[in-house]
């Protein structure tokens, strides 16, 4: 049986989305579903789909291992995290991309 371990930045993506929207059990789902897409995005290319900010359903690969960004990382930004959304490299697009933690629908 695998124990259910929640850090505090978990618990800080559960209190934001919990606050955005209105639901603390959609919160809590969320909120691990962010933790495993880092995870997954740290280890190699993630898949993911999540809601844009117009609305629009978006299915996503990306990545934020070190091997696979190195040189589209300059270091002079900051964390996306102080805005309440997570980073990643899209594999399509080229580019450095983000989304909002509450926007997630789904982790593959």
Do not use: P, Q
């Amino acid at each position: 049986m695998n124990a259910l371990i929640i850090t505090d930045a978990t618990a800080v993506r559960m209190n934001v989305i919990a606050e955005r929207t209105e639901n603390l059990l959609i919160a809590g789902a969320k909120a691990m579903m962010i933790e495993s897409l880092k995870e997954k995005l740290r280890n190699g290319i993630a898949h993911f789909i999540f809601i844009k900010k117009n609305g629009e359903v978006r299915e996503a690969w990306g990545t934020t291992s070190k091997s696979l960004v190195e040189k589209y990382v300059n270091g002079r930004g900051c964390s996306r995290e102080l805005f309440s959304t997570t980073a990643y490299f899209d594999v399509e697009k080229g580019a450095w991309r983000s989304l909002r933690w509450e926007s997630i629908v789904k982790v593959f």
